[in-house]
């Protein structure tokens, strides 16, 4: 009888307990992470220029950090930066809104390399054919063969017009000639 009194004591104080809502953070199981949008950086500690300085009041705001809202904006507008030249001179008006072009220049758009383009492309051919050679010699297994050479094709004409005027075969000494190149050892297979 003592068994199943102290059984149902012990399911019913399950029960109570499961019931209860804050049962895990009283016995420490809850974890309770940081509000991340709650959490502002704080300016280094450095040492100040002048000693003759009056030490920090208890409960003073900072003065080198200013509010959030204040390092935001100084962040987002770049307000320490100070550039003399203005807008229209540094990016001409070609349609775009003043906001636009003050964004261009605070981006830095004015200091853009003109031909970047070709500077990429350039550079991208390179790594492209150094690659192709690596496939090619792994592939063939041969250094790269240099193409044939190229039939001019007035010339041609006005050889095969002069042999069949004097009746001689088109396949004469002079004649161009395909010569195959050898295949490598897996080159067809595949």
Avoid: Y
């Avoid at 592939?139 to 017009?161: I, K, M, Q, Y």
């Avoid at 042999?163 to 395909?178: R, S, W």
């Amino acid at each position: 009888m003592n068994r199943r009194l102290a059984l149902a004591a012990s399911l019913a104080a399950a029960f109570a307990v499961t019931g209860c809502e804050n049962v895990r953070e009283q016995f420490g199981l809850a974890k309770s992470p940081p509000d991340e949008f709650k959490v502002v950086s704080r300016a280094p500690l450095t040492l100040p220029p002048n000693f003759a300085l009056r030490p920090p009041q208890p409960g003073v705001a900072r003065p080198q950090e200013g509010t959030p809202r204040d390092q935001a904006r100084r962040t987002v507008f770049r307000l320490e930066d100070s550039n003399p030249q203005g807008v229209d001179q540094v990016i001409p008006d070609d349609g775009r809104s003043q906001g636009e072009r003050a964004l261009l220049m605070q981006a830095g758009a004015a200091e853009a390399e003109p031909n970047i383009r070709q500077i990429v492309n350039a550079e991208t051919r390179t790594i492209a054919e150094e690659d192709e050679s690596l496939i090619n010699s792994l592939v063939f297994w041969r250094a790269d063969e240099l193409p044939g050479t190229v039939v001019d094709a007035g010339e041609e004409s006005r050889r095969l017009r002069e042999a069949q005027a004097l009746g001689e075969p088109v396949t004469g000494e002079n004649a161009p000639t395909i010569e195959r190149r050898e295949k490598a050892l897996f080159e067809g297979i595949f």
